[in-house]
């Protein structure tokens, strides 16, 4: 990699990863860049560097792609898979077709599997095979999910899998593997954290590609996958037609206590994004918690709806500009506004409040109720002894199936929880607490032993 300047550019939240090349001449080409542009705008600013060429190694399902944005208003070139038949200007790559960059070149790699129009981009310096951008193909000790397309459809991609892996496990080790997908991601599982690798390693180390055959493979691949966020069967679409442009940065309106009645009543709902222990102390009833941090964007997939308006309620501290850019980003565009002056105004005009009980691991005794929310590998690694098990994905469709009990409500570190809290309060149910903690702050206070598997 002598004299290639390439920077990744992750985003911990998504668990993607996209990439910035310096070309050497003032220009660059990005891959796999999302509409929230600021980290690739920022990373060519300080390299003085103009984006000429914006490449998607596919119809992206968990989040929307920045390179129409930077094709239409920065006048970048799209390199995308002609399979995609993508509705924007775009030029359409086929299998051994390349790109001059200016010295370096690109050359598309047919690659289905993850998506049926799935590409990789060897990077040539001369006839120096440098790295491959693999996307959603041979990502970091596995390969990304192949159930995304239609469940008809699901084994005849992870088979395409199979061989597309195979086919970049044959180029020379020491070529570097510049995967999307890594640690993190509802498209893929890897084991570690390692975002990026080299051929060789991954010919030695990822389990996929130790599998004896191709039905092992697809036995393997498919016994891995987990739940997936809703909104990720709407993003592809959205990405072929092109996501709509933006001609400014979007803002987050205040509106007034008054406003905000009024939208609620017509249908509105209300994003909470305070820590958890703000929101605990005091919420407006009906709220969802989805406190803001780096998985804000995902959860806000999984929980909050399309098809309404949603107005935000924040702590001064919090970023307004990182509340939209998180949702506009999964293609969250329904966000009107923010409750002006947060939940002081709201109490200042005397509304309504409400709290939700915390407790500590300590507190948690025997004969109570415990539902854990957490996805199903984390409950299988080590959970409290009979607890009920709903991720909380799915916890939304099983309101109405859950005794109206006292339940300690609990995930990995307590944000989780309180989100299905207050979707539990949403539905009518109440002797709700949270646990502040996990299962092993659970095990070291009381000195007993988490149960494992089903």
Known sequence: MAGIDLVPLVDEGLGNSAYLVDLGDGRALVVDVSRDLRAVHAAAAR????VAFAADTHLHADFLSGAHQLGSKSGATVLASAAGDREFPHTGLRDGDEVDLGGLRLRALTTPGHTHEHLCFLLLDGDTEVGVFTGGSLIVGSA???DLISPERTEALTRAQYASLRRLAALPGEVAVWPTHGAGSFCSAPPGTDRTSIIARERATNPLLRAPDE??????????????PPYFRRLGEINRLGPPLLDRDPVLPALTVDTVRAQLAEGAALIDVRPLTRFAAAHIPGALSIPLRPVFASWLGWLAPT????IIVRDEDQDPGEIVWQAMKIGYDNLI?????????WRAADREVTATALTGPDAVGTNIRVLDIRQRPEYLAGHLPGAVHIELGALAGRVDDLPREPTVVMCGHGERAMGAASLLERAGHRQLTVLAGGPDDWAAATGRTLETGA
């Not at 506004?337 to 105004?345: D, N, Q, R, S």
């Open 144 to 146: 990304a999910r192949t």
């Open 215 to 228: 039905d092992a493979f697809v036995h393997q691949l498919l016994g891995s996958l987990g739940s997936y």
């Open 307 to 310: 098809d309404r308006p949603l």
């Open 47 to 50: 390299r003085g560097l103009t």
């Open 337 to 345: 506004g923010e409750l002006g002056g947060g939940i002081a105004a």
